[in-house]
């Protein structure tokens, strides 16, 4: 399973010197003003509401985001999370990547009743099905199915469920 990305070549300069010709400067500047907010704010119900409303996410009921979450700031609308999830302290969710000879885009979507665990790192173009679990410190760098429990650097399958979600 690889990643869903769109790649876009650049011919000159590394990538991230195109940034603002990829992204719209004042875009940035509002998501990371409202992302920054977002990380420190206690109340889940606020932080999901300017994840919806400012952002233009897709973040499901009683889902849980913690506290110091990094969402990406160039694409955040490129980020679904499903119903009654919850993101773990300090994770980052990239819709993006800005690499020397190209740049790459990529949805980020999590499933419903998903457990990510603190200190994790989301690339772009993943899918994590309903009921995964991704345990604390894991880079998610391809797709994990339903109801399987993955953790570590590389990331490895560590149990399967044949539970229904």
Do not use: C
């Amino acid at each position: 399973m690889s990643r869903n990305t769109e790649r876009y070549p650049v011919k000159t300069a590394n990538s991230l010197w195109h940034i603002y010709q990829t992204v719209p400067f004042w875009k940035v500047v509002k998501n990371f003003i409202v992302i920054q907010i977002s990380r420190y704010m206690p109340f889940l119900h606020v932080k999901n509401w300017l994840y919806r409303k400012l952002l233009r996410m897709n973040v499901g009921e009683e889902t849980a985001v913690a506290l110091m979450v990094m969402m990406d700031i160039m694409f955040p609308e490129r980020i679904t999370i499903g119903r009654n999830s919850i993101i773990g302290y300090n994770t980052t969710i990239l819709a993006h990547e800005y690499l020397i000879e190209e740049y790459r885009l990529g949805d980020v979507i999590i499933g419903d009743n998903v457990m990510i665990g603190a200190n994790t790192t989301i690339l772009p173009g993943v899918t994590i099905g309903d009921g995964a679990v991704i345990s604390a410190g894991t880079l998610v760098h391809k797709d994990v199915p339903a109801g399987t429990f993955v953790g570590g650097n590389p990331m490895q399958t560590i149990r399967t469920s044949n539970k229904e979600y």
